[in-house]
C-alpha cells in the first residue's frame, strides 16, 4: 500500500510563509511591467547623454 497521511486535512508543512509569497508576485508584476515598458517602446530613453 501506497503510504498515506494519517490526516488528510492536516496542514502541509512545506509552505512557503506569506511574506515570500507576497514578495515573489511583487517582484513578478515588477519584471511584468518593465518588459511591457520595453516592448511599448518607452523604456530608457532619457537615459542616454
Excluded: N, T
Excluded at 512545506?14 to 511584468?32: D, E, F, G, Q
Aim: hydrophobic letters at 55%.
Amino acid at each position: 500500500m501506497a503510504d498515506l497521511p494519517s490526516r488528510p486535512d492536516a496542514p502541509d508543512d512545506h509552505r512557503a510563509p506569506r511574506w515570500v509569497k507576497i514578495s515573489a508576485a511583487v517582484v513578478v508584476a515588477l519584471i511584468v511591467v518593465f518588459v511591457i515598458v520595453h516592448l511599448a517602446g518607452g523604456g530608457m530613453v532619457g537615459h542616454a547623454p
